[in-house]
């Protein structure tokens, strides 16, 4: 059974600080790891990773993959208010077809 | 349209009633996930539509959950003879190889 498992469950910071949410995963076939932020109803796409040591970013976020040790790391500096959120990691199975979402980092920055 | 629709956004309804939630993808996505999340709980799977394949319903939490996708694209989820524990977000996704999905707005179902 695929497993996605965050890293640390909630942080609280301060603006300007920098953090790292931490994803590692477990899963049969893997086709792709996907980040998410949730502010209110729906999460809303981050970004897609699909090869190692290849780091995505926009803006002030950032995030890579190492398919070795089967984690990732969501990279955000210059922390804002706006930030907060709960951030979802997900990943994706060739085979199923179907993702898996772990229990999110709630992220809050404090002023 | 340009995203995920869902409707209604919101629905009050009484125990034992059935409810209907629907669903629109992005044209084109092939496949359609349902999920449903409760107060500051993680998203939980419910069912996924890919393509013309038969769906995977291993998520669905009882037989009062079914839902299905016509011609391969709008879905319906319904949930028959609701119970106080169904009162949550409802969230539809969808997505194509490689995009990863997006989400819709969700229905908030509160049953009293």
């Known amino acids: 059974e695929d497993k996605v498992v965050q890293s640390p469950l909630s942080l609280v910071v301060h603006e300007g600080d920098t953090v790292t949410l931490n994803c590692s995963y477990e899963?049969?076939?893997?086709?792709?790891l996907l980040w998410y932020k949730q502010e209110k109803k729906a999460p809303t796409f981050l970004f897609m990773l699909?090869?190692?040591?290849i780091e995505k970013k926009s803006g002030r976020l950032s995030s890579i993959l190492d398919k070795k040790e089967l984690f990732s790391i969501l990279n955000i500096t210059a922390t804002q208010t706006g930030d907060s959120a709960v951030y979802l990691c997900?990943?994706?199975?060739?085979?199923?077809?179907?993702?898996?979402f772990g229990d999110g980092t709630t992220l809050t920055v404090k002023p | 349209g340009a995203g995920v629709s869902q409707s209604p956004s919101n629905k009050v309804t009484e125990k034992g009633k059935d409810v209907e939630l629907r669903c629109d993808p992005i044209?084109?996505?092939?496949?359609l996930y349902w999920y449903r999340q409760s107060l500051g709980q993680g998203l939980e799977f419910l069912i996924y539509?890919?393509?013309?394949?038969?769906?995977?319903k291993s998520g669905l939490p009882s037989d009062r959950f079914s839902a299905e996708r016509t011609g391969g694209s709008v879905s319906t989820l319904t949930i028959q003879r609701t119970q106080q524990e169904d009162s949550a977000v409802y969230l539809c996704?969808?997505?194509?190889?490689?995009?990863?999905?997006?989400f819709g707005p969700g229905t908030r179902l509160t049953v009293l």
């Open positions: 996704a969808s997505s194509s190889p490689w995009v990863g999905q997006f």
């Open positions: 899963v049969t076939n893997f086709r792709s």
């Open positions: 699909t090869s190692s040591g």
């Open positions: 997900a990943v994706e199975d060739t085979n199923a077809g179907k993702s898996t």
């Open positions: 044209s084109g996505h092939t496949a």
């Open positions: 539509f890919q393509g013309n394949s038969a769906p995977d």
